[in-house]
């Protein structure tokens, strides 16, 4: 026996030399007689040892009562065997030296408490002996690369070969990793492997993410994903796939409630928050789609192409229909196509009206009578337009088809612009669906999933992922932050103080003549705020007044805000709040909230009552820089009335990128102390901003 | 020769009894062979004449040199020729009595104002036959209900047998209606009719709309629209297809400026204003759409079922993680799932673990060994769900598809609630594709397409199209409205007074005396605002100077007036408006305008800087009746600052629903003078609406 010592790297197990089949028969019926059918099928060139007491040959190879008695350890053993079995499965599989156990097993962790346990005594004992485990409640692995057809799926005996290429793809779902295969084949998407992950007791989907960034036949990375075990890895490793060119596309359920549910029914993994997932995707160049069958189309031509070097887009249609719904849609998904160049226009004007020279353009409007060279003549126009980073070609049905597609096929091979085709034909097109396969070259089939592509070009080509976190300002000390529970205003503001954030001069009183006092230092007109702990909605309840012009303003408004704390919490003593009114301004909400996994996440949106009418809010992770701040002001829809609108004054946008970058590394300050915090109204005026107001909850120290 | 003496009815046009078909040939290469061609494989059971003086018979049929030597008139001819010989072969047509002519030659009325030009002189020789014409630059007719392929799309050979069925289709481009007779095909979707309508020189989109609304076969009618000839029509038609229950579905280009011109090149006609074209389609129940392959599926699948009697919907998939995704797109496309009733819960809870028994249901999660008692049971329990009004079952690869699409198709057949079926195996599901075609269940295959079905019959159970048009105002006379061109703001509103919409009191004055004089009439504070034609902004030019609370106020502020004025406008004479000043409140722009074709235009939405910063805008046909000015404020994301939000007191919603349903009658007794009216602000306080502005522009009366 083989002790390991070091688990096996992940390139071995993506590409295994050996495989261990546990249960292997000829009975496709069974999992491990499909798998082994499956495996033979596709041309696996490694050592194949069947694991079978009873039987000394299976399909004509050697088979072996136990793993103990194979003549090397394998690097990878399938196993599928009933639950109560599964603890010495794997206890000999690791005594034996495996590399990885593939444990198609389910109704584990994902059903049950017990499942739940059994799986933590599979990775102890996994552990104990350095092999790694895939799954359980998993469906194997695909890996065209290595021809490798290690999966109980039945859609492997839809494709006769599996086709190599650049795609990988990680699944949190097993009968997904099918439907994707199948879709994949079915528009010539190339792959380099397809792993379904299951419960991911071991190793999870980090480890492949990791394994495929580092393999060189992988270009673009497809996830799907209900929930990150390790999010700050995940972080890590979408960085260093940017760095090495590689795309990742990721579906994520949990999106909503509704989805959280089922994603965790499903696989037992809790969901996290989206907007923090959703922010991280963002930060990290992660491009975020909505239908996994979109994501591999999407992906197999993005495998098969350069990297555009424009976006905008030259598109051919051969139906007139068909381009003037396409540019209808082009402009409202904010996908740019745009005029062809002069030299385009010229280049068409042979062959086409003035009129019908236009992007996209519909090939059928041609002058006279139809000839081949009219569209050949076109189509290279558009692809060698100047203007254009992309080509797309719209097949349905049309003159000459055959003809066309090799032409298309042609400007593709140059490799020069990525080269989009669609083949909008249904089951009608199926011999130039085996032409292009035959060819190389993925294809589309709706436009739907086109509008895709160009938008993953449009934002993979904007795509600008931070590579280093911001400085922290040279005068922000950490200061130590000390309460727990629900801030007051007055604490609140305490804490805004120290990070250097403006905040109006407060003087707290107990009775009318400090408050007068007060006022006196600091300059009329001023605020009065009633402070009660755990309120919320402070106007609301009567205990704010502003604009008192005046001592007998003072007095009045003193008087009911005294009567307002009395109602709102009897019996609570009297803290009135007396603030410096500050200019008239643009009002923000600034928050700050810890999301297990993500760390701390600031939130910007307009404030007062554009919070809810508008709900027009920005995320990052903090802490932030103060230009970063500003990219956030410029994405929010109110930015104009920052920016002076109409002939306003401007407001001071820096002093408030300066304050908010100073406040978001409360985040990291905090650390997972923090619940929420925050500032609400963050006032901008032309000459500064400052926090009129300030709430949050903290834990315990 | 027979005369005709009145034109051939629509459903003869649609349901031809006979056909000459000109320049008909054994060679499929030529239109005339090719439409020949596809007539008789496809069975057409009238009469057909071949047309053509070379020959005795044509694939087996007698031959005829002209249409006039035909032994009766043919209800229709199939006209192919060039350009040159149009005028002559129509004309023979009309002399033979035929009764429509199809016009297959393009390039004519689309490419140039000479092609133009033949177009109305053919409209004039068939109409002095009393004959139609269809066409030209159109495709023909597909019409299985007749088994009449009147059409030279090579699609026709893809298909051994037109499906038959209850769905209709108009299209303004030949080449879609290709495209989607093989959509139509590929998803098991059986027609009634498809007709190709070209540049729509004589039978127009209307005239077929009517005649399917007529058609007892025809179900559900999709259109494809470049530009309406007549929407009047086209909206009367609309309500009679509602009265009848078969909805109408739409795609419709020149949505924007891109797609606008080259529908606009494609088929020579006016898109008109697409805002227009989408109110009129939601007051008529016209249910408009972004894809025509999607649209063409979409209606098999309504054609096929019964309408739901509510709108939830209840969900099978095969994949744990498709059901997650459809969970997150449902509540992300606001589509009603929801729970699943008590009930069946307990009907799932015998084969599903309490956490899997959700919806959507994933089949796979089920207890124990895989049965297929446990899919029927399943199955059968969502389908009869009482809270839920669908049922959609999503197939991707998974065991005992064939026994699963039986027990699928059995539900659909008892046709008590709508079975939407997925096939979403790609070419892996030939056979079920087969299976579900011979058992005539549509079907689609992406879950982009189901998302559009359960968005149409969401919308189909809300839509409420207007049966009558609102009762004028008793006290509203039509008053004489005088005046062309730009109107100052003191001419806007004397029009806004005589409507009986409120505006505060104003003087218009040219001296600050007389100005001190008005303000002593109607109470400090007062506004002053300078009146200078043609300028929109006053506020930008410093024209408008508000709460001035005294005579010292006021004289300044006068200055200050008449100084912006003499920079505005030089040598222009000063005329300053003394306005009563309105308490704060909500303030809206509301305006109209004069769609040609489409009438009067209501528009309301957020007024002062949320109008450009929201684009919170609502759409209606004028006039309108207070009760629908009511839902239009509903549908504005600012409504809750009308209907008190956060504890504020609500604002005057009544009395603005009557202002603005009195001024709305504006567009009708405008007509076609009016270009544009606008009040901005239009300001609802606790107690009033006003008109506190008002400017437009009208031609001469």
Redo the contacts between chains.
Sequence with gaps: MTKRTEPMAMEHVISPKSLALIGASEDYAKFGGRILHHVLEHGYEGQIYPINPKRDTVLGLTCYPSVAELPEPADLALVAVPAKALETTVEACGAAGIGACVIITA?LGE??AEGAALEQRLVEIARSHNMRLIGPNCMGMIVPQANLALSS???LR?AGEMRKGGVAFV???G??M??LF??S??HGVGLSGMVSIGNQADLELCDFLEGFIADPKTKVICL?I?GLKSPERFRDLCARAHAAGKPILA?K???????S???????ASLAGSFSAFETMCRECGVMLM????AMIMAAGVLSANPMPKAPRTGIIC???????????????RDLP?GAFAEITRDRLAQDY?A??A?N?L?L??H?GGLEFGIFERAIEAVHEDPETGVTVYVM???PMMPQTLDHIIALWQRQDKPVVLVL?????GAELRDQAFAAGIPFLT???DLYRVLELYRNLLAAAPRMQAPERPADLVAPKIAGQGFLTEPEAKAILSDYGVPVPSATLTGTVEDALSAAAVCGYPVVLKGVVADVV?KS?LGLVKVGLGDEAALRQAYAEVEAAITAAAPGAPVQIDVQQMIAPGVELIVGLTHEPGFGPQLVLGAGG?HV???CDVVQRSAPVSPSEVREMLEAL??W??LDG???QAPMAVDAACDAIARLSWLGPDLGDRLVDFEVNPFRITETGAYALDGRGTLKGA
């Design positions: 109704q059903f049950s799926t039945p859609t839809y699944s949190q779902s009968a997904m099918g439907t199948l879709q084949h079915d799907y209900e579906v359920a949990g999106r909503t409630d509704a989805g549910h089922l994603a965790q029914s499903h696989t909505d239908d996994p069958d051969a139906s007139g229909g068909g381009a003037a719904i396409m540019a209808d849609q082009m402009e409202l196509a009206p009129s019908h236009n996209p519909d059928g409007g002058k349905t049905p049309q909008n034909l249904s089951r009608f709706r436009t739907d909605h609301d009552i809810e009418l508008l829809r109110i104009p009335l609108a109409r002939g």
